[in-house]
């Protein structure tokens, strides 16, 4: 298994804007739901990044192609062919995709990995691995197929219409030659990314569940970081002095027990 891990912790809260798109997940053709009648997991995730990112004003947008994408496929693997132009969901195609309880305990935080359970002899429809593409240099340029883990912390206690701002960094190069991104107000130019819970939704069986959208916000700049040489510093993660244009949002809905899983 190859991925990234991005981290988010909770700060403060601004405004954004999102372009319209897709907000729950698709039917299954044949859903089977997961856990038996003493188990109940945590909610699965289904998650979506857009195409495009106003960058603009409200008043005056600029909209941009994002500079972190999906990989153009649905949940079960296949090819996108209208809106979502992707989507992920927990248990589907080795997807690991959940929000943990606040309650009792909990983190309530989102993971999200695209390839965290995939293997080869899952369905052709799931190979290769489902991936993010990141536009370090632009999307003029080939991305970079990055398997990230994306943690965003916490996210499940957030009232609606409770809006954030934190950093989220990449741990880790995946297919980004060896940089790192990390998104966060301590590194100027680059800037800290925005967390919404969203009004509920309505999913494919009827039901009122949860969604969040984490997005880019000022300069939507990422400080590259780059593995340390020193001995003292154990090696991690260092500044490189770039910073990378590269904006996106992402749409999480909560996918609540039971929930379907493919194959």
């Known amino acids: 298994m190859r991925h990234t891990f991005l981290v988010l912790t909770a700060l403060a809260s601004v405004a954004c804007v999102e372009p319209p798109e897709s907000t729950r997940p698709l039917a299954p053709t044949a859903p089977l739901f997961a856990g038996g009648p003493n188990t109940e997991p945590p909610p699965q995730a289904w998650y979506s990044f857009a195409d495009q990112v106003n960058v603009g004003t409200t008043a005056a947008p600029d909209w941009v192609p994002a500079g972190i994408q999906g990989d153009g496929r649905l949940r079960d693997g296949t ?5 979502p132009s992707n989507e992920y969901q927990g248990s589907f195609c080795g997807v690991w995709g ?14 999200g990995d695209p390839d965290r359970y995939w293997s080869t002899s899952l369905p052709a429809s799931c190979q290769p691995a489902r991936h993010y593409r990141y536009y370090f240099n632009g999307t003029g340029a080939a991305p970079a197929i990055v398997y990230a883990h994306i943690l965003a912390a916490g996210i499940s206690g957030m009232a609606s219409g409770e809006i954030r701002v934190q950093p989220l960094n990449m741990l880790g190069s995946g297919g980004s ?9 301590a590194y100027p130019p680059a800037s800290s990314v925005e967390i ?16 969040w959208r984490i997005a880019t916000r000022g300069t939507h700049r990422a400080m590259g970081f780059v593995p340390s040489t020193s001995k003292k510093g154990g090696g ?4 490189n002095g770039i ?3 590269m904006p996106f949002q992402l749409t999480v809905t909560e996918v609540a027990f039971p929930f379907p899983t493919f194959p």
């Not at 919404?196 to 309505?202: G, S």
């Open 196 to 211: 919404t819970r969203l009004p509920d939704v309505i999913d494919e069986f009827g039901r009122s569940v949860r969604q």
């Open 79 to 83: 090819t996108a062919s209208g809106t």
């Open 236 to 239: 991690g993660p260092v500044p």
């Open 243 to 245: 910073t990378y244009f």
């Open 98 to 111: 959940t929000i943990n309880p606040h309650a009792k305990g909990g983190n309530g935080n989102f993971n």
């Open 177 to 185: 030659g060896g940089v790192q991104a990390n998104f966060d107000d």
